[in-house]
């Protein structure tokens, strides 16, 4: 039996998004000190929507591309480390909200199912 409900399909979606954030944080960080690195981002907003809008079909990966508009370093490097401190730490409470909520809409369902059972 699948308990699946529209909140928590989304609330998946969003835990991915917010995963795929972190991990592209990650790689720029990673990068910081790689000559010629342009910083990696994806438009959160859109991506999310995007995948509300597709709910039905499999999960894709957000467009992933370079972010315009920042300075770059003499070797060429945009990697900002207090950008991507910002980046990470917004998404990391974006990853703790998620949870939360799913948890929320987890508890929501058990309570439906034990209802029904009385």
């Known amino acids: ?10 609330l998946g979606k969003y ?4 995963a795929a954030q972190m991990r592209l ?11 010629g ?6 438009d959160f907003d859109k991506a999310f929507s995007s995948a509300l809008q597709g709910m039905g079909g499999a999960g ?8 315009d508009g920042l300075v770059a370093r003499p070797d060429g490097n945009t990697v900002s480390m ?13 990853f703790r909200t998620g949870v939360e909520l799913l948890k929320h809409e987890y508890s929501r ?10």
């Open 1 to 10: 039996m699948d308990v699946t409900t529209g909140l928590g399909d989304a």
């Open 15 to 18: 835990l991915d998004l917010t």
């Open 60 to 67: 894709s990966e957000p467009t992933v591309g370079d972010v």
């Open 82 to 94: 207090d950008r991507e401190s910002l980046a990470l730490s917004k998404a990391q409470l974006q």
């Open 25 to 35: 944080t990650a790689g720029n960080i990673a990068n910081i000190d790689t000559p």
């Open 109 to 118: 369902v058990m309570s439906a199912i034990h209802a029904d059972a009385k």
């Open 37 to 42: 690195y342009k910083t990696q981002g994806f």
